[in-house]
């Protein structure tokens, strides 16, 4: 490093242990690391260093307790401290702050983000403050030399190359720093059981291809779709595969236009409200449910959803306000079908044939965690091999309840949507395939006239009445870009899953062919694109509100 980055010893040493005081009360870590950065370039004395940096995190750590036994209270109402300060955390520490304060104080350091929140509250809650104060001299004691001198020892090795790219001088200590920093909080962060967990369900998705993003799973479809064009001469004949959907249902549809063509005996009760304003949905929704004789609790998602987003079961009118706050575009209501069971019947029918098949059932199984009593609810799902998968989802959704412990053999459903995305699981369901319902799916999809492909949503409450094909109700059906999600089941396979979706894409450019030969039109590219961007334009807000 050059003589810019050399603290001055002539300055005394009483200025350089000021100094890196100072740069403590900033950023511990960082300055830990950069004034071993300074060690290993034999830029300052070893001992100056670390002493100096131990004093500046044991001065601070104290005036962190300080703050929070003299000035607590009223720091609660600032913002950025509720934000990391909730009341449950206070509670939490206030129990174990006296019972366990050297476990919490060491932990703590491996826990970066922790110490802020834990200080405060150990001045505000703690009642033996001598306890709390000897551990934070053990902690630092312990915990700067050898932050600072793994610094100073790693330094060189990192340094060294950047001389070379940077030149010496300040960009390259400023990167070293930020290297080693980013290290560091790495190391540290996996000392979290969560984050671990978490890290673990990301890498694993790599090879659990149900799990990877739609865009890149769809790549081998897309291209089968591009030879399909190429065979029957134009993408636009899939438009015509649903001619009563507004573009056989691509995108943009209205689920509840869809189901008015149904039977109503077949379908969930539903209705849907376009009014923009809050306080006139509320209204509207009041209105009906005073007609219809409806209670809570209900059903509420987009008229133009997909994938499972904007979902949301709603007890009250507090979730109802908050649901029209958040989401200003047209929306289904409707009644909660409770199941248990809930179904995606993928049917298909040729124009020119007198009868349809059922191509495929998905059997979706609802997560659901059963209580141990000693488990709270966040360790349950962290602990699960499968649900780890989706901790980043049940973690946000269930957050008010993770500390809960349920008791010995209490259930506790992680998801009531029957989305893959929103971590429900996905099965083959064949053996839910009999003569009796499919001549019932049939039936009902030949009464809507121009429908001849896409999927049912149902729930129902008895397993072998549905095989028989009754007592089911339609929650939605999807046109055209719905899936054959059976393909998700774990036990599937990923040449299985192309093959399966490459067929149902035969079929669908199939029908549209057979329909444009008879006549139906096609749609209009611009038609298209308008509606795609409108749709996307509505998904505002709805990333707040899915269940």
Not at 139 to 146: C, D, G, H, Q, R
Request: proline share 4%.
């Amino acid at each position: 490093m050059s003589d810019f980055l050399t603290i001055d010893t002539s300055a005394g040493l009483t200025q350089q242990t000021i100094a890196i005081i100072t740069g403590a009360f900033i950023s511990e870590d960082m300055t830990c690391i950069a004034v071993g950065l300074l060690i290993g370039e034999d830029k300052i004395n070893a001992f100056v260093g670390v002493f100096a940096c131990f004093l500046g995190i044991f001065i601070g750590d104290i005036l962190l307790w300080a703050a929070g036994r003299f000035f607590g209270r009223s720091m609660l109402s600032m913002s950025f401290v509720s934000r990391l300060l909730t009341n449950r955390k206070l509670d939490n520490f206030g129990e174990l702050i006296d019972k366990r304060a050297a476990i919490i104080i060491f932990t703590s350091r491996f826990m970066p983000g922790t110490r802020l929140p834990l200080y405060l509250a150990a001045g505000i809650l703690g009642k033996r403050p001598f306890t709390f104060l000897f551990w934070f001299l053990v902690a630092s004691v312990v915990w700067t030399p050898v932050l600072v001198l793994s610094a100073a020892y790693i330094g060189p090795s990192i340094t060294e190359p950047l001389k070379q790219w940077f030149g010496f001088g300040l960009p390259s200590f400023i990167v070293a720093v930020i290297i080693i920093f980013v290290f560091y909080r790495f190391i540290t962060s996996m000392a979290n059981r969560e984050r671990r967990i978490l890290l673990y369900s990301s890498i694993s998705k790599v090879w659990k291809w149900e799990f990877w993003p739609v865009w890149f799973f769809y790549l081998p479809v897309v291209l089968w779709i591009v030879r399909l064009t190429a065979k029957y001469g134009n993408p636009l004949v899939l438009t015509t595969v649903n001619p009563a959907i507004l573009h056989s249902g691509i995108v943009g549809e209205r689920k509840s236009e869809i189901l008015k063509h149904l039977p109503e005996q077949w379908i969930v009760p539903t209705f849907s409200i376009n009014e923009e304003e809050p306080s006139d949905r509320c209204k509207r929704l009041n209105d009906e449910m005073a007609d219809r004789k409806w209670s809570f609790p209900l059903v509420l998602k987009p008229d133009t959803g997909e994938r499972g987003e904007g979902f949301k079961l709603i007890t009250g009118m507090d979730d109802v306000k908050d649901y029209f706050e958040s989401y200003s575009a047209p929306v289904v209501v409707q009644v909660y079908h409770p199941g248990p069971y809930e179904a995606g019947i993928f049917y298909y029918r040729f124009p020119d044939k007198k009868k349809g098949r059922i191509f495929s059932i998905t059997d979706k199984g609802f997560p659901e965690i059963v209580g141990d009593g000693k488990s709270d609810i966040k360790s349950l799902i962290l602990s699960h091999k499968r649900y780890c998968l989706k901790a980043d989802v049940f973690l946000k959704r269930h957050k008010d309840v993770l500390d809960k412990v349920l008791c010995k053999g209490e259930k506790m459903s992680l998801a009531i949507a029957g989305n893959h995305c929103q971590g429900t699981m996905f099965l083959k369901g064949d053996h839910l395939i009999t003569p009796a319902l499919e001549e019932r799916i049939d039936k009902i999809s030949r009464e809507f006239n121009g429908f001849y492909f896409g999927r049912f949503d149902v729930r129902y409450s008895d397993t072998e009445e549905f095989r028989s094909g009754e007592n089911f109700r339609i929650v939605e059906l999807n046109g055209l870009t719905s899936e054959s999600a059976d393909i998700y089941d774990p036990d599937f396979g990923l040449m299985n899953a192309y093959k399966k979706l490459f067929r149902q894409w035969n079929i669908a450019f199939e029908i549209g062919s057979l329909n444009y030969k008879s006549g139906v039109d096609l749609s209009k590219t611009k038609d298209i694109l308008k509606i795609i961007v409108t749709h996307y334009k509505k998904r505002k807000g709805i990333e707040k509100i899915s269940d």
